[in-house]
Structure formats: structure tokens, C-alpha cells
T-cell receptor, first 116, second 111 residues
Framework: EPEVTQTPSHQVTQMGQEVILRCVPI?????FYWYRQILGQKVEFLVS????????KSEIFDDQFSVERPDGSNFTLKIRSTKLEDSAMYFC??????????????FGQGTRLTVV | AQSVSQHNHHVILSEAASLELGCNYS??????LFWYVQYPGQHLQLLLK??????LVKGIKGFEAEFIKSKFSFNLRKPSVQWSDTAEYFC?????????FGAGTTVTVRA
């Protein structure tokens, strides 16, 4: 069964460093998402991406964040200068259609980011 | 903008007890509704979904949910829980653009 894969599963980084979280969405999917879950809190929407551009982003997704689809298979989330409060589980998801109804998002296993 | 409310933060119950988790959303347009489960140390998995049709939806592992449009609710139920149902449960609502999650309910089932 096709699945969304994320690497690494766990990344530890020093405050102020740049990190790139990688995701490989399901191959025929066209719509991609990043979510994060701070420990003990709810899953929060960060950004959605379609046709090589951001469709929607939340207020969390500030100038420190960026997304890219560099090669037609990977979908990356970059945090330019990490802060302690960026420590969270980051989930990538993809869905089959551009947008719209009657679609479900498939989630990856997540990358646990720890900023020290 | 839509919001999703889950009424219970933590539910503790014994095996074989019945479970019902409440979910309400605020969006007035057409939505798709989901329940996801996150077992300890694992990723989000889809339990069930509602797109249209029969408002009583059956999912995996004996779970079901009922969409009540007039109440903007999508409550999750299971008649008899097992220890293995210990997990975090998230209600999610999708409009045309994004999927929004509730805060989650931690369910602890005691043997």
C-alpha cells in the first residue's frame, strides 16, 4: 500500500541552525501539507502546497519557514533559524486531488524535531 | 475560518465499556469529516471518514461516527473498548482548502 514517508524520524539541532525536513508524498498525489504537533498539544496546520506554490498557510508559517518540491518526488520543509519553540513532531501529508471535497489526507510517520 | 472542538481532554475507562467522544465544528459550508487515531509512538491513522450519504459511518476496529448536520457534530463511538484502543483520538474537518484538527482526546483503557 502506498504511503507517505518522512526522513529523518528524529532530528536534534542547535538553536539558530537551519533544518530541512523531508517527505516523499504518495506518487500520484498533487496536494501536500505540513502539520506540526507540539508535545501534549493538538495537531496544527502549517501549510498546503499545490502546483509548486503555497495554497494556504497558517499564522505559524512565518518567514522562518519555507517549503519546496525540489525534484518532483520530495517535498521539504525548511526552518531557517530554529528556535526552542520549534521543537515538535512534524507531519507531512498528501492527498490525491488539487483541493476540494471528498478527499482524505494520508499522513507520514512524522519527524520529531528537538531544538536544544 | 473553521474550528473544531473536542469536548473531552482525557477519558479513562475499563475494557468492555462503551466509548463516545464528542466533536463539534463551526464551519457552515460543506465539509468532510474525519476521525484519526494516534497510537503511542505512531503516526496518525484514519479511523473513518464522512463525505456524504448515510450520516452513520462505520470505520475500522469497530468504531463508528454519526454526522448530525443540525448540531454540527460528528461524535465517535465504540460499543465495547479494548485495552488496545488506548490512544489519542483526533476529530478533523476539511473544507475546500485544508484539514483542521481538534485538540484531541486521550483515551486510556484499563484492563
Amino acid at each position: 500500500e502506498p504511503e507517505v514517508t518522512q526522513t529523518p524520524s528524529h532530528q536534534v539541532t542547535q538553536m539558530g541552525q537551519e533544518v530541512i525536513l523531508r517527505c516523499v508524498p504518495i506518487s500520484n498525489h498533487l496536494y501536500f501539507y505540513w502539520y506540526r504537533q507540539i508535545l501534549g498539544q493538538k495537531v496544527e496546520f502549517l501549510v498546503s502546497f499545490y502546483n509548486n506554490e503555497i495554497s494556504e498557510k497558517s499564522e505559524i508559517f512565518d518567514d522562518q519557514f519555507s517549503v519546496e518540491r525540489p525534484d518532483g518526488s520530495n517535498f521539504t520543509l525548511k526552518i531557517r533559524s530554529t528556535k526552542l519553540e520549534d521543537s515538535a513532531m512534524y507531519f507531512c501529508a498528501s492527498s490525491e486531488l488539487k483541493r476540494g471535497m471528498n478527499t482524505e489526507a494520508f499522513f507520514g510517520q512524522g519527524t520529531r524535531l528537538t531544538v536544544v | 475560518a473553521q474550528s473544531v472542538s473536542q469536548h473531552n481532554h482525557h477519558v479513562i475507562l475499563s475494557e468492555a465499556a462503551s466509548l463516545e467522544l464528542g466533536c463539534n465544528y463551526s464551519y457552515g459550508g460543506t465539509v468532510n469529516l474525519f476521525w484519526y487515531v494516534q497510537y503511542p509512538g505512531q503516526h496518525l491513522q484514519l479511523l473513518l471518514k464522512y463525505f456524504s450519504g448515510d450520516p452513520l459511518v462505520k470505520g475500522i476496529k469497530g468504531f463508528e461516527a454519526e454526522f448530525i448536520k443540525s448540531k454540527f457534530s460528528f461524535n465517535l463511538r465504540k460499543p465495547s473498548v479494548q485495552w488496545s484502543d488506548t490512544a489519542e483520538y483526533f476529530c478533523a474537518v476539511k473544507d475546500d482548502y485544508k484539514l483542521s484538527f481538534g485538540a484531541g482526546t486521550t483515551v486510556t483503557v484499563r484492563a
